[in-house]
């Protein structure tokens, strides 16, 4: 059972325009929402969080939003840039972060110049 | 700034042989490491979690028999992988924590085990 689960799969978007990452999940416990990023041949990368208590993060181009009614949350990246190609990864965790992390299975984003 | 090495990089194994991987944090005292498998065309399954002066907690479908964990100190945890076979391909993540909520879980760039 996937508790964590993201769409699309893939995503490509041209430079400039705006991308948007989905996630969703089932377990109410969990308080704390990690995106990271992963290149080719790296390990994931922190990008942006957000707790539970706030609707809304960002972070230059990234914004999280976020509905605790509807378990859903969405990642945000404005003015696309071919560099933010990667694949990334919606993850959850309760406890603010101090239990497990469990990852969604990825959205690969290719940014088309 | 916090780091996590991984070693080795890449690592090949015949079927049935063990193969043992390294996490070493720098700048910072990993209280908690936490063992990642990604496997081709899957998301990252969390294999244990290990807190210093506590018990290694494994997840379901992985043993301490299959996947022995040493985290001897604050600054390092090493993980076997005991008699490999197809299966166990994957990349390999060592997720560090800094004691403290509300930490991030600085990830090394992970070791990449292929079984032949």
């Known amino acids: 059972q996937q508790q964590?689960?993201?769409?699309?799969?893939?995503?490509?978007?041209?430079?400039?325009e705006t991308a948007i990452l989905n996630c969703s999940y089932e377990n109410s416990a969990?308080?704390?929402?990690?995106w990271y990023?992963?290149?080719?041949?790296?390990?994931?990368?922190?990008?942006?969080?957000i707790r539970s208590v706030s609707d809304k993060k960002?972070?230059?181009?990234?914004?999280?939003?976020?509905?605790k009614r509807e378990k859903k949350l969405s990642l945000h990246i404005t003015d696309s840039q071919p560099g933010d190609s990667a694949t990334y990864f919606c993850a959850a965790s309760s406890n603010y972060g101090n239990e497990k992390i469990t990852f969604g299975a990825g959205t690969k984003l290719t940014i088309k110049p | 700034g916090a780091l996590v090495y991984q070693y080795p990089r890449r690592t090949i194994c015949k079927s049935g042989t063990s193969m043992r991987m390294?996490?070493?944090?720098?700048?910072?005292?990993?209280t908690s490491v936490a063992w990642y498998r990604q496997s081709p065309q899957k998301t990252f399954e969390l294999i244990a979690l290990s807190t210093v002066n506590s018990a290694?907690?494994?997840?379901?479908?992985?043993t301490q028999e299959k996947?022995?964990?040493?985290?001897?100190?604050?600054?390092?945890?090493?993980?076997?992988?005991?008699?490999?076979?197809?299966?166990?391909?994957?990349?390999?993540?060592?997720?560090?924590?800094?004691?403290?909520?509300?930490t991030e879980v600085f990830f090394g760039k992970g070791t990449r085990l292929t079984v032949v």
């Open chain 1, 4 to 16: 964590v689960r993201q769409s699309p799969q893939s995503l490509t978007v041209w430079e400039g």
């Open chain 1, 30 to 34: 969990f308080d704390y929402f990690p």
């Open chain 1, 37 to 49: 990023q992963q290149f080719p041949g790296e390990g994931p990368a922190l990008l942006i969080a």
């Open chain 1, 58 to 67: 960002e972070d230059g181009r990234f914004t999280i939003f976020f509905n």
């Open chain 2, 22 to 30: 390294e996490c070493q944090a720098v700048g910072f005292q990993a």
């Open chain 2, 56 to 62: 290694i907690k494994y997840e379901q479908n992985f």
């Open chain 2, 67 to 102: 996947f022995p964990i040493s985290h001897p100190n604050l600054s390092f945890s090493s993980m076997t992988v005991l008699n490999a076979y197809l299966e166990d391909r994957g990349l390999y993540l060592c997720g560090a924590r800094a004691p403290g909520g509300d």
